[in-house]
């Protein structure tokens, strides 16, 4: 079964400061991997995803992350934190689930990373 | 607008009282899955549904019914809610596409759920 972990619960950071989010997954075959943000009492929004291709995906709000197979990895990436870049993170990847009527898509997400913004 | 909305977005309740979360989405989806969410679990999907009258069981499904008569909309029904119960739920729904496309998951607000 697949699996996402994210190893960090809380990760304090300096406003202007670069910023790494990581995020490592488990899957046998090809991952989908995505990067959602949820802003305090807001659901969630997708930040990025990888599907294939360029293993460096650009995102929204300035964010970034880059895949990378042989670490099993998907860190996020922003060289510039924003104090409104003060939320959860959540890590995930997608799955195939297989049915007698076709395919459909899932998610399994990691436990999040809460992202605090020092003045 | 393309969204996916929920309601109530709060509710407070007590053991037993039969209540449901209304989901719908307006973007013709296939697919609709609901999640709950509970500090330093992460998300965690309770139930799905790839179609019409088409659904099945997520990780944490006990304690929980869904129905999905409707395209658009995924009613959570919580027959005899319980303490352990209360949290944040979350609709979501996505285009599905057999073969592992890996479609983006859009979310609803969610509703934070008490039961005391």
């Known amino acids: 079964a697949q699996s996402v972990t994210q190893p960090d619960i809380h990760i304090t950071v300096s406003e202007g400061a670069s910023l790494e989010l990581r995020c490592n997954y488990s899957?046998?075959?090809?991952?989908?991997l995505f990067w959602y943000v949820q802003s305090p009492g807001q659901g969630l929004q997708l930040l990025l995803k990888y599907f294939s291709g360029d293993t460096l995906v650009q995102g929204i709000k300035g964010f970034e992350a880059e895949f990378k197979r042989s670490q099993s990895s998907f860190n996020l990436r922003k060289p510039s934190v924003h104090w409104s870049d003060a939320a959860e993170y959540f890590c995930a990847v997608g799955f195939t689930r297989m049915y007698s009527g076709g395919g459909a898509d899932g998610l399994t997400f990691g436990k999040g990373t809460h992202l605090i913004i020092q003045p | 607008e393309a969204q996916v909305t929920q309601n109530p977005r709060y509710l407070i309740t007590v053991t037993g009282k039969k209540l449901t979360v209304t989901c719908s989405q307006n973007?013709?989806?296939?697919?609709m899955s609901w999640y709950r969410q509970d500090p330093g679990l992460g998300l965690r999907q309770i139930y799905y549904s790839m179609n019409v009258e088409v659904t099945d069981k997520g990780d944490v499904p006990e304690g929980y019914k869904v129905s999905r008569k409707e395209k658009r909309n995924f009613p959570l029904i919580l027959e005899s809610p319980s303490p352990n119960q209360t949290s944040l739920y979350f609709c979501?729904?996505?285009?599905?596409?057999?073969?592992?496309?890996?479609?983006?998951?859009?979310f609803g607000p969610g509703t934070r759920l008490t039961v005391l």
């Open positions: 899957y046998g075959a090809t991952p989908y």
């Open positions: 973007m013709n989806h296939e697919y």
């Open positions: 979501a729904s996505s285009l599905s596409l057999a073969g592992g496309y890996g479609n983006e998951q859009f």
